[in-house]
């Protein structure tokens, strides 16, 4: 297999504000992933508690400094907040590798504004909700 070298150009998109955002967050947050403690600042990202791509806006608490894999996580729901207790579910797909196992039924590491844990339900709605309401 060959595989081509050198660089090539392309056109990307680019969320106006996100370096604000992030810093804001570095700012109130600190250098801690919420779901798993103190991490150097430059592993962390300033993850969206919603859909940006759909809102299109930095909601000023709509969001959390997490690193980069579990940011990839939540995104995708193997990661979730139950807003009942605010303890992190792992999928059970996830649970298979023991550094996301340990995870389950944790606490976050970080204190929550009220904004926050309504986003985290929004985000338990669409990834661990009943099936009948799934799509609805």
């Given at each position: 297999i060959?595989?081509?070298?050198?660089?090539?150009r392309?056109?990307?998109?680019?969320?106006?504000?996100?370096r604000q955002?992030?810093?804001?967050?570095?700012?109130?947050?600190?250098?801690?992933?919420?779901?798993?403690?103190d991490?150097?600042?430059?592993?962390?990202?300033?993850g969206?508690?919603?859909?940006?791509a759909?809102l299109?806006t930095?909601?000023?608490h709509?969001?959390?400094?997490?690193?980069?894999?579990?940011?990839r996580?939540?995104?995708?729901?193997?990661?979730?907040?139950?807003?009942?207790?605010?303890?992190?579910?792992?999928?059970?797909d996830?649970?298979a590798?023991?550094?996301?196992?340990r995870?389950?039924?944790?606490?976050?590491?970080?204190?929550?504004?009220?904004?926050?844990?309504?986003?985290?339900?929004?985000?338990?709605?669409?990834?661990?909700?009943?099936?009948?309401?799934?799509?609805?």
């Amino acid at each position: 297999i060959q595989i081509p070298q050198g660089f090539g150009r392309a056109l990307v998109r680019v969320r106006r504000g996100q370096r604000q955002f992030r810093e804001h967050l570095l700012a109130s947050q600190g250098n801690v992933c919420a779901f798993t403690g103190d991490a150097p600042a430059r592993v962390l990202e300033a993850g969206h508690l919603y859909s940006y791509a759909q809102l299109g806006t930095h909601d000023e608490h709509g969001g959390l400094m997490l690193r980069r894999d579990i940011h990839r996580l939540f995104d995708d729901g193997a990661l979730a907040v139950d807003p009942s207790d605010l303890r992190v579910d792992v999928a059970p797909d996830l649970a298979a590798y023991p550094q996301y196992a340990r995870l389950h039924d944790e606490p976050l590491t970080v204190h929550l504004r009220d904004r926050q844990v309504d986003w985290l339900a929004r985000h338990w709605d669409e990834h661990r909700g009943a099936p009948d309401l799934i799509g609805a």
